[in-house]
């Protein structure tokens, strides 16, 4: 781990530091798509961007996000940054499981599996080794659910037609 990914892990948990992050969101949104997802979080932290269909539009919507890998799935997390609502990808997500990730320049298809019980405390011990700032984000929810998504790649070729991604 870099030495600048060491120090944003330890400095996540601050309030200042979700506020900022937020506000950058747009940013790594571009870098993600002037990479063709290779750039994400610059490189700081494993993150990918998942691309839902909006619950009310029926538009994409892509998000970057932190993720820990779970075999050949990706484990994602609605923290929203401790925020007391729900981030939009996850209620999109609930409304539609399906959806893209792009991951180092990567589509994969997936669908959305919502942990729960065992299997929610296992994804969750592989989330907060990734980022410990997440148990922050929980008390700072206030007691909203904070959803744990697993995504699962699906058969088929990738979104955009080029080669198969395994």
Same mark, same amino acid.
């Given at each position: 781990?870099?030495? !600048?990914g @060491?120090?944003t892990?330890r ?7 979700g =506020?900022a992050?937020r506000?950058?969101?747009p940013?790594?949104r !571009?870098?993600?798509r002037?990479t063709?997802?290779?750039v994400? =979080?610059l %490189?700081?932290? &494993? @993150?990918l961007v998942?691309? /839902?269909t %909006?619950?009310? @539009?029926?538009? *994409?919507r892509s998000n970057p996000?932190?993720?820990? &890998?779970?075999g050949?799935?990706?484990v994602?997390i %609605? ?6 609502h729900? &981030?939009g990808? #996850?209620m999109?997500l609930?409304?539609?499981?399906? #959806?893209?990730?792009?991951?180092k320049?990567?589509?994969t298809?997936v669908r ?5 019980g065992a ?9 907060? /080794?990734?980022?410990? #700032?997440y148990?922050?984000?929980v008390e700072? =929810?206030?007691g909203r659910?904070?959803r744990?998504?697993?995504l699962v &790649?699906v058969p088929?070729g *990738? *979104?955009? %037609?080029? #080669? *198969?991604d395994?």
């Amino acid at each position: 781990m870099s030495v !600048l990914g @060491s120090l944003t892990r330890r400095v996540g948990h601050h309030r200042w530091f979700g =506020a900022a992050a937020r506000l950058l969101v747009p940013a790594d949104r !571009l870098v993600g798509r002037l990479t063709r997802g290779r750039v994400v =979080a610059l %490189g700081l932290i &494993p @993150s990918l961007v998942i691309t /839902t269909t %909006g619950r009310r @539009s029926g538009k *994409p919507r892509s998000n970057p996000l932190l993720y820990v &890998p779970d075999g050949d799935a990706y484990v994602v997390i %609605g923290s929203n940054w401790g925020q007391q609502h729900q &981030p939009g990808w #996850a209620m999109n997500l609930l409304a539609d499981p399906a #959806a893209e990730v792009d991951v180092k320049g990567r589509r994969t298809r997936v669908r959305a599996e919502v942990a729960t019980g065992a299997e929610r405390d296992r994804l969750w011990q592989l989330l907060v /080794t990734e980022w410990p #700032a997440y148990r922050t984000y929980v008390e700072r =929810a206030g007691g909203r659910e904070i959803r744990i998504f697993r995504l699962v &790649p699906v058969p088929g070729g *990738p *979104p955009d %037609g080029g #080669a *198969p991604d395994r």
